[in-house]
């Protein structure tokens, strides 16, 4: 079974479609990517998880169980963390209180503290940076705050929006070699990325979208490959 199943998943806003009939599985370990040009449905993929947005129609079972009209912090719960577009961190409260709002979900304080240091083992940069105002820090910084917070609810699926947006060449690099560790470690991600190269690069499976529909899908090397998927979005 499937960790997380989405199927014939539709989303409105206003008059418009953003998602149309949309199927997607993940696998327990897997990470898997969305890729298609702005407005294609996939930041809308991710908050229909979240629960963020209402849908239309259509069913997203996560570990069997039907969270389709869920609360928003009942996902959390049950096992789903997001890493939102432009990384949205508490600009002023500190690194450390932005790790602690990540397990806010938990109340086993000796696993919060080991857990805030397994995210500083995981991200040096941030040790360094504990005390400063999260507003104040580096837009790759940010990003790097904003997947640890992510995982300090200690999720099962990890949902990850834009996570190279905006940031220069190395750091991107810096924030994929992290992506690559999870997956190493066994973390399941659902990835959503402008970047479609690196994206396949780290990813088992893709759905590529337009328009809101899935348009291919299929193992990420192969699709990488694909001379659709090379001209309109490996450059």
């Known amino acids: 079974m499937p960790m ?19 199927n997607l599985h993940i696998n327990e370990g897997e990470v898997v990517t969305l ?12 908050r229909a998880i979240s629960r963020v947005i209402r849908t239309k129609s259509g ?3 996560f570990n069997g169980k039907d969270i389709t009209r869920s609360e928003a912090s009942s996902v959390v719960s049950a096992g789903i963390a997001q890493s939102p ?14 790790l602690e709002m990540g397990a806010y979900i ?15 083992n995981r991200f040096p940069r941030l040790r360094e940076r504990k005390a400063q105002m999260a507003g104040t ?17 200690r999720p099962k699926l990890l949902l990850l929006d834009e996570p190279s947006l905006g940031l220069a060449p190395l750091i991107v690099r810096e924030i994929f070699g992290i992506i690559a560790q999870l997956h190493a470690q066994g973390v399941t991600i659902l990835l959503v990325e ?11 499976r893709a759905y590529v979208l337009e328009a809101g529909r899935v348009v291919l899908e ?15 979005y490996l450059g």
């Open 218 to 232: 299929g193992d990420a090397k192969e699709l990488a490959n694909n001379e659709r998927v090379k001209q309109a």
């Open 137 to 153: 820090l580096s837009g790759g910084e940010q990003q790097m705050l904003a997947i640890a917070r992510a995982l300090m609810s």
């Open 59 to 61: 069913t997203i079972q």
């Open 35 to 46: 890729i298609g040009s702005n407005g294609a449905g996939k930041t809308t993929t991710l």
């Open 106 to 120: 938990r109340n086993d304080r000796k696993g919060i503290l080991e857990d805030i240091e397994l995210q500083f």
């Open 194 to 204: 402008q970047n479609a190269k690196i994206a396949l690069q780290h990813a088992d």
């Open 85 to 98: 577009e432009g990384r949205q961190v508490l600009a002023r409260q500190s690194v450390y209180d932005n």
């Open 4 to 22: 997380l199943e989405i199927a014939g998943l539709s989303v409105n806003y206003g008059g418009i479609q953003a998602l149309v009939d949309f």
